[in-house]
């Protein structure tokens, strides 16, 4: 069963650091682009980070030069270090992966993780 799993959320201070983690597991032959969504209370879910299978980043304004989205290969995971969080970035954080399954491409989502920004 191919499945994402996330992990590294939690409760953290304003000015502080996370760093999430998404592992791909299964029968994948392939890990193409991945992406950070995450979706706040009331709020529809965005799109703040994507890493290419070669690496190319990309961010959304409200995280550029605060959170790095980085991946092993050897490890089938994709990581979200995030600095200098704020309140307004807590919500739901989400890894999506275009996965290779069985000589196709499709799209998995992880189960999401809690990150809470509060003093």
């Known amino acids: 069963q191919v499945q994402l799993v996330e992990s590294g959320g939690g409760l953290v201070q304003p000015g502080g650091s996370l760093r999430l983690s998404c592992a791909a597991s299964?029968?994948?032959?392939?890990?193409?682009?991945m992406g950070w969504y995450r979706q706040a209370p009331g709020k529809q879910r965005e799109l703040i980070a994507t890493?290419?299978?070669?690496?190319?980043?990309n961010y959304a304004d409200s995280v550029k030069g605060r959170f790095t989205v980085s991946r092993d290969n050897a490890k089938n995971t994709v990581y979200l270090q995030m600095n200098s969080l704020k309140p307004e970035d807590t919500a739901v954080y989400y890894c999506?992966?275009?996965?290779?399954?069985?000589?196709?491409?499709?799209?998995?989502w992880g189960q999401g993780t809690q990150v809470t920004v509060s003093s």
């Open positions: 999506l992966g275009v996965l290779g399954v069985g000589g196709r491409e499709y799209d998995y």
């Open positions: 890493i290419s299978s070669g690496g190319s980043t």
């Open positions: 299964g029968s994948i032959f392939s890990i193409n682009a």
